[in-house]
């Protein structure tokens, strides 16, 4: 079991890039998904989440700013950025939960991508 995240890259402020996660070896349809970031010396945290219906959960940081979606036949999460900070500068992570329900706890995520690295320049 696999998730595969992509769509990193050093970008400059204000303009815009699309993460993907790529599901691999089971069927997250019914999984609560997120998108965690973990920047140099902070914690790792949950910036948006979607449930198996489409019900979205955003961190106050990125509000208005990015947006996430999955399509459940491509077995696929996504995270549009747009007008992107420098504090938004992060290894990303792609996670699922083994269940439905809403969490932004780290050790509640059963499956983690690798982490694609987002610099962004001002």
């Known amino acids: 079991v696999q998730l595969q995240a992509f769509g990193g890259g050093l970008v400059q402020a204000g303009t815009s890039l699309r993460l993907s996660c790529a599901a691999l070896g089971r069927t997250f349809s019914s999984d609560y998904m997120g998108w965690f970031r973990q920047a140099p010396g902070k914690q790792r945290e949950l910036v948006a989440g979607i449930s198996s219906v489409g019900t979205t959960y955003f961190a106050d940081s990125v509000k208005g700013r990015f947006t996430i979606s999955r399509d459940n036949a491509k077995n696929t999460l996504y995270l549009q950025m747009n007008s992107v900070k420098p504090d938004d500068t992060a290894a990303y992570y792609c996670?699922?939960?083994?269940?439905?329900?809403?969490?932004?706890?780290?050790?509640?995520?059963?499956?983690w991508g690798q982490g694609t690295q987002v610099t962004v320049s001002s």
């Open positions: 996670a699922a939960r083994g269940s439905s329900g809403w969490s932004r706890r780290v050790s509640d995520y059963d499956y």
